[in-house]
C-alpha cells in the first residue's frame, strides 16, 4: 500500500526547533520530488519546501528560508524537514506530498500523508 506518514510535530517554545520526517511505504522517493506544505486554521495551503531527490535541488518559500533544511534519508524513503527558529506563525498542520518529478509545484503530487500538528507557543 502506498502512503506516505508525517511525524515529528509538537510543541515548542518560539525559537525552538523541531524535526519533522515523511516516511514513505510501498514505493520509494527515487526519481520524485517530495515537497512539505502547511496549513494554519483559515488560512491557505502553503508550499514551504520541497527536495528532488534525483540531484537533491532544493527549494524554499521566502517564509522559511534560511530557517527551514529539507533532506533525505539514506535509503530514500525519508525526507525529513529540519525547522530552526521557530515562530508563532509557523504554527500549522505540516504535511508532505509526492508524486511528481520536480518541484514546478514545490513537489505537489498525488500521494500525501494525513500532517503532523506544529504548535510554536509560550
Known amino acids: 500500500q502506498v502512503q506516505l506518514v508525517e511525524s515529528g510535530g509538537g510543541l515548542v517554545q518560539p525559537g525552538g526547533s523541531l524535526r519533522l520526517s515523511c516516511a514513505a511505504s510501498g514505493f520509494t522517493f527515487d526519481y520524485l520530488a517530495v515537497g512539505w506544505f502547511r496549513q494554519a486554521p483559515g488560512k491557505e495551503r502553503e508550499a514551504i519546501s520541497c527536495?528532488?531527490?534525483?540531484?537533491?535541488?532544493?527549494y524554499y518559500a521566502d517564509s522559511v528560508k534560511g530557517r527551514f533544511t529539507i533532506s533525505r534519508g539514506s535509503g530514500k524513503r525519508t525526507v525529513f524537514l529540519q525547522m530552526r527558529s521557530l515562530k508563532p506563525e509557523d504554527t500549522a498542520v505540516y504535511y508532505c506530498?509526492?508524486?511528481?518529478?520536480?518541484?514546478?509545484?514545490?513537489?505537489?503530487?498525488?500521494?500525501r500523508g494525513r500532517g503532523t500538528q506544529v504548535t510554536v507557543s509560550s
Open positions: 506530498s509526492t508524486g511528481s518529478p520536480d518541484c514546478v509545484n514545490m513537489g505537489l503530487g498525488r500521494y
Open positions: 527536495l528532488r531527490i534525483s540531484d537533491e535541488s532544493s
